[in-house]
T-cell receptor, first 115, second 108 residues
Framework: NAGVTQTPKFRILKIGQSMTLQCAQD?????MYWYRQDPGMGLKLIYY???????DKGEVPNGYNVSRSTTEDFPLRLELAAPSQTSVYFC??????????????FGAGSRLTVL | QKEVEQNSGPLSVPEGAIASLNCTYS??????FFWYRQYSGKSPELIMS????GDKEDGRFTAQLNKASQYVSLLIRDSQPSDSATYLC????????FGAGTTVTVRA
């Protein structure tokens, strides 16, 4: 079972460049999330999705965009990369939302550096 | 807004000791509680979930829930160096946010 797959694992961007972090899950989960984690800090929710075609903002959405065209995929796009977006990005999925929903499966993470 | 406060740590314990971690919730409506473990450089993984008052044991880990007092704790018995990690208790809301967690170091 692959679970949640993130690509790339590492990436270095120059300021102003754009890129897409890919996330795919094979568990047929409806709910997917993107988090970022800065060194020594907790996870901050960027965007989440409750199903194909439905996305919503989390705590720190500025500078990012998402789409959810299929149940399996939830890509995160960074437009005009800035040094403040240097972080580790985690994609996660869960089978349901709300109470009891905190059974998240995380991907291995994507480490992004913006120089 | 529902908030979670992890009110222990960073924690350093000798090998073989009991590590005790706590989370306090501001929202009395929380129905389910979870503990995640995150090793340095790795992604978080679920280690315990608890839904009812009382204790839930899984190997060397025991989760204790007290809904009236709005806290959940995690006890790690016979701590091992492999238990050195950051432990997270997320908010039980639809945005599933996590705090910084409690970092546990087990000294050999």
């Amino acid at each position: 079972n692959a679970g949640v797959t993130q690509t790339p694992k590492f990436r270095i961007l120059k300021i102003g460049q754009s890129m897409t972090l890919q996330c795919a899950q094979d568990m047929n989960h409806n709910y997917m999330y993107w988090y970022r984690q800065d060194p020594g800090m907790g996870l901050k929710l960027i965007y989440y999705s409750v199903g194909a075609g439905i996305t919503d903002k989390g705590e720190v959405p500025n500078g990012y965009n998402v789409s959810r065209s299929t149940t399996e995929d939830f890509p995160l796009r960074l437009e005009l990369a800035a040094p403040s977006q240097t972080s580790v990005y985690f994609c996660a999925s869960s089978p349901r939302l709300g109470a009891g929903a905190n059974v998240l499966t995380f991907g291995a993470g994507s480490r992004l550096t913006v120089l | 807004q529902k908030e979670v406060e992890q009110n222990s740590g960073p924690l350093s314990v000798p090998e073989g000791a009991i590590a005790s971690l706590n989370c306090t919730y501001s929202d009395r409506g929380s129905q389910s509680f979870f503990w995640y473990r995150q090793y340095s450089g790795k992604s978080p993984e679920l280690i315990m979930s608890i839904y009812s008052n009382g204790d839930k044991e899984d190997g060397r880990f025991t989760a204790q829930l007290n809904k009236a007092s709005q806290y959940v704790s995690l006890l790690i018995r016979d701590s091992q160096p492999s238990d050195s990690a950051t432990y997270l208790c997320p908010r039980d809301d639809y945005k599933l946010s996590f705090g910084a967690g409690t970092t546990v170091t087990v000294r050999a």
